[in-house]
């Protein structure tokens, strides 16, 4: 069965950038859509992009320009690269494989001064 582990949350200043990643066990990795969500306390779960396999990548509007996904299917894993931080960006993040339904257990990125 495909698990996903995020990694690379932690708290940075307003401006500032991270880098999460998102590693798959099993096979098949390169043949999966990728998505990455977030969730604020309080809020609901909400898309923040999604990377085909083919690597075309789309964008929730509140992040795109800031935030961009990549993958490297050599090594399993998905990337989300934030800049230019905002204290509403601080959430819980969480990877999901679109294809089969599987969420990670998520990573919290807080954006404070």
């Known amino acids: 069965q495909v698990q996903l582990v995020e990694s690379g949350g932690g708290l940075v200043q307003p401006g500032g950038s991270l880098r999460l990643s998102c590693t798959a066990s099993g096979n098949f990795f390169s043949r999966y859509a990728m998505g990455w969500y977030r969730q604020a306390p309080g809020k609901q779960r909400d898309w923040v992009g999604t990377i085909q396999n083919d690597g075309i990548s789309y964008y929730a509007p509140s992040v795109k320009g800031r935030f961009t996904i990549s993958r490297d299917n050599a090594k399993n894993t998905v990337y989300l690269q934030m800049n230019s931080l905002k204290p509403e960006d601080t959430a819980f993040y969480y990877c999901?494989?679109?294809?089969?339904?599987?969420w990670g257990q998520g990573t919290q990125d807080t954006v404070s001064s």
């Open positions: 999901r494989n679109i294809n089969i339904g599987v």
